[in-house]
């Protein structure tokens, strides 16, 4: 097999005798079929949740026939202005497995796991990571974490679970099968009933977990009353509301949230961008940029930090028009539009 004779990541894998699947590790952690994949890796399609200009990918893929073995390759494709995928940047990642496996990914060898370095792969962080792993296992049909069982007994009864035994695996594992558990009212009851008993490490590290999942009516709205309580932000709860649609309640909550002086933080920002993007109407777009246009004036960023967050969601492609339109609206307060000048004067440099 050699680099030319094969044109996308997704032909590689075939020809190998593979089977796989791809997950988008962006703004959510969503599977991707493997047409759009295809699509989205030859520029005909837009990566759909790209973050610091690049669209970040876990792939899955094993040879049934070979072994039960499972390989994973976290990988990052550059995209250009419009959020489509940097055909140059995508072919140099093909010569470079071609160049390193060849056929070997058929024959089942650990090379396959081990790519050399380059400037395409990345390694999540340990919360990605917990959450990919999670999701994985429920999509492929393997054994969840034997250690999920404590997430189960501690949710039930906290006073005699310890809950320094539990990982964060565990509690990935937990979320993840929690709709389809056969105690999942009886869980989410339990949830509802102890919440106040939970350590709040537990508690954080559950609400963290729960950022790409679809959560139950009533997880979402014990959640979101912790988001802002007494005035200091949850940013595990900030995380764990973010949904896949548009949903009023969330939208309402945040359009709150940016009205508020404490929401003038960059952590609090960059969650909101990150997590919170499908509920950017016009008016939470204009009151997130304004915090951050407030945020980058307080700490003296000269443009940088606004312009970085604009640069960030005009590639989303469901907010480009939107962040466009902001752009040149002739309604924006004072102190967006001397932020987006400052923004076109920094472009012309």
Sequence with gaps: MSAN????????????????QVFDLGRRLVPIDNQTFLEIENASAYAPYPRQ??????????????????????????????????????NHFLEIIVDALGQSIAEDTEKAQSLPDNPYSFVPNQSQLAQFNALVKCRLNQPLNEDAQKVEAYIQ?????DWQQITMQSVADFVHSLNLHPKKAALIKAIEHNYSLYADVFLNTLMEMCESVA????????????????????????????????????????????????SQRLDILSVIAARHFEQMEPLLL????????????????????????????????????????LLHSEANPALLKSAFKQLFEQARK
């Design 157 to 161: 009864a906290p006073q005699l679970v």
């Design 215 to 262: 959560l139950p009516d009533e997880l979402l709205s014990a959640f979101m009353a912790e988001i802002d309580r007494q005035d200091s932000i949850n940013l595990s709860a900030l995380r764990s509301t973010s949904q896949s649609v548009f949903n009023t309640d969330i939208n309402s909550k945040l359009l709150d949230l940016l009205s508020k002086d404490t």
């Design 286 to 325: 204009t009151k997130f940029f304004e915090q951050a246009a407030k945020v980058d004036e307080k700490e003296g960023h000269k443009g940088a930090l606004f312009a970085g967050f604009f640069s960030d969601l005009v590639q989303i492609p469901k907010l480009r028009r939107q962040v466009l339109t």
């Design 5 to 20: 004779s094969i044109n996308s990541i997704s032909e590689f894998l075939l020809h190998a005798g593979t089977e796989y």
């Design 53 to 90: 200009k690049h669209g970040w990918f876990g792939i899955v893929f094993w040879n049934k026939n070979a072994s039960s073995q499972h390989y994973i390759w976290f990988v990052k494709l550059p995209l250009d202005e419009q959020g489509l995928v940097v055909a140059a940047a995508r």
